[in-house]
T-cell receptor, first 117, second 110 residues
Framework: DAGVIQSPRHEVTEMGQEVTLRCKPISGHDYLFWYRQTMMRGLELLIYFNNNVPIDDSGMPEDRFSAKMPNASFSTLKIQPSEPRDSAVYFC???????????????FGEGSRLTVL | DAKTTQPNSMESNEEEPVHLPCNHSTISGTDYIHWYRQLPSQGPEYVIHGLTSNVNNRMASLAIAEDRKSSTLILHRATLRDAAVYYCIQNSGNTGKLIFGQGTTLQVKP
């Protein structure tokens, strides 16, 4: 398997523009997570899905952020409109829940580095 | 969310063992301890996890205290490639959701 695939790897955009980040989880995994990483705040969990259904979006910073998972092999994280403070590395991760007490290993993508000017 | 406490940074010499500590005083009986590490410019990667007894795999060993309020990740022979941020995570839910803290930045000197 190719692992979790994210695109784009790098994105530079101007304030006010719409940004769409994409993620392809590992085939067969039933959980998908979006994290954001900055120097100031570290790794923050934004939202996660189980079987394509959003379970917890309490980490989404504000209404400008939205995430979808239309099918088991694709998810998007959208920021509209983008602001300079959204500059960060955004990671997607997937896991397979084994049903045996919290043992689902997370597999992370390489991240999408977003710079908003 | 449950929180763990780790030192901000540690140093080690190459080819020596490294013991990375973690405190998780609020742990409950069904919480697992997970360790991940993040190499420079990469996403985090799984290292090891455990519940009560010590665990070993090809990457590391995990020693969990008898009262489970602390644990230690052991790298038996540090290499330069082990320089990374190491995260200790206490999973307090019945999902795969993991909340990362600030972690310990490990420097390995040649």
């Amino acid at each position: 398997d190719a692992g979790v695939i994210q695109s784009p790897r790098h994105e530079v955009t101007e304030m006010g523009q719409e940004v769409t980040l994409r993620c392809k989880p590992i085939s067969g995994h039933d959980y998908l997570f979006w994290y954001r990483q900055t120097m100031m705040r570290g790794l923050e969990l934004l939202i996660y899905f189980n079987n394509n259904v959003p379970i917890d979006d309490s980490g989404m910073p504000e209404d400008r952020f939205s995430a979808k998972m239309p099918n088991a092999s694709f998810s998007t994280l959208k920021i509209q409109p983008s602001e300079p403070r959204d500059s960060a590395v955004y990671f997607c991760a997937s896991s397979l829940w084994t049903g045996v007490s919290n043992t689902g290993e997370l597999f992370f993508g390489e991240g999408s580095r977003l710079t908003v000017l | 969310d449950a929180k763990t406490t780790q030192p901000n940074s540690m140093e080690s010499n190459e080819e020596e063992p490294v013991h990375l500590p973690c405190n998780h005083s609020t742990i409950s009986g069904t919480d697992y301890i997970h360790w991940y590490r993040q190499l420079p410019s990469q996403g985090p990667e799984y290292v090891i996890h455990g519940l009560t007894s010590n665990v070993n795999n090809r990457m590391a060993s995990l020693a969990i205290a008898e009262d489970r309020k602390s644990s230690t990740l052991i790298l038996h022979r540090a290499t330069l490639r082990d320089a990374a941020v190491y995260y200790c995570i206490q999973n307090s839910g019945n999902t795969g959701k993991l909340i990362f803290g600030q972690g310990t930045t490990l420097q390995v000197k040649p």
